[in-house]
């Protein structure tokens, strides 16, 4: 079946600093992947869509600055969390949608923490 | 506003009976509605897609019905097993281009079922 991996499973880091996650599709080509984030005992929040060769579309509310999105490849694309604050910290997971199915697979998340 | 409420935050059912679980929206108009297991720290694993034009939908032990007038969702879990323990989650979706649309998830519920 079709498998999409994020790197770095967990990452610690320090206030104001930037930390870049990134989402591959390792098996299928997908022009279109989405970014969640999910606090503790709360649902997955969509933040934004991420177009391959095009800008991302953010949700309302998420700022497109702090939270940049850059979807270089068919397999790949990275979230870069600018000058990272506590209030960042949370589970941020992936989707890719493979062409011809009815579903999305999620990457496994990457759990970040800012001190 | 918009909410999508999953009706416990918690189920606690006994190994061989029947899980339902809740699903309820109001103020979107999903042309498909989809549910996720996650487990903890991991990503969501899709189960089950319904459309707005169907009533019901089967797979192995799992079933999901559909009531776009009472916008309620009820999905099902025969004869659990303490291997179906886990979080689950109700997903709409509301639109759909060329590809698969954004999803907006409920919080879930967390289900045991104990030996």
């Known amino acids: 079946g079709a498998v999409v991996s994020q790197h770095p499973s967990r990452v610690i880091c320090k206030s104001g600093t930037s930390v870049k996650i990134e989402c591959r599709s390792l098996d299928f080509q997908a022009t279109t992947m989405f970014w969640y984030r999910q606090f503790p005992k709360q649902s997955l929040m969509l933040m934004a869509t991420?177009?391959?060769?095009?800008?991302?579309?953010?949700e309302q509310g998420v700022e497109k600055d702090k939270f940049l999105i850059n979807h270089a490849s068919l397999t790949l694309s990275t979230l870069t969390v600018t000058s990272a604050h506590p209030e960042d910290s949370s589970f941020y997971i992936c989707?890719?949608?493979?062409?011809?199915?009815?579903?999305?697979?999620f990457g496994p998340g990457t759990r970040l923490t800012v001190l | 506003s918009q909410k999508i409420e999953q009706n416990s935050e918690a189920l606690n059912i006994q190994e061989g009976k029947t899980a339902t679980l809740t699903c309820n929206y109001t103020n979107y108009s999903p042309a498909y509605l989809q549910w996720y297991r996650q487990d903890p720290g991991r990503g969501p694993v899709f189960l089950l897609l319904?459309?707005?034009?169907?009533k019901e939908k089967r797979k192995e032990r799992l079933k999901v019905t559909f009531d776009t007038t009472l916008k309620q969702s009820l999905f099902h879990i025969t004869a659990s097993q303490p291997a179906d323990s886990a979080t689950y989650l109700c997903a709409l979706e509301t639109d759909r281009g060329s590809t698969l649309g954004r999803l907006y998830f409920g919080r879930g519920t967390q289900l045991t079922v104990w030996p």
């Open positions: 989707s890719a949608p493979v062409a011809g199915t009815d579903t999305q697979y």
């Open positions: 991420s177009n391959e060769g095009s800008k991302a579309t953010y």
């Open positions: 319904i459309r707005e034009n169907e």
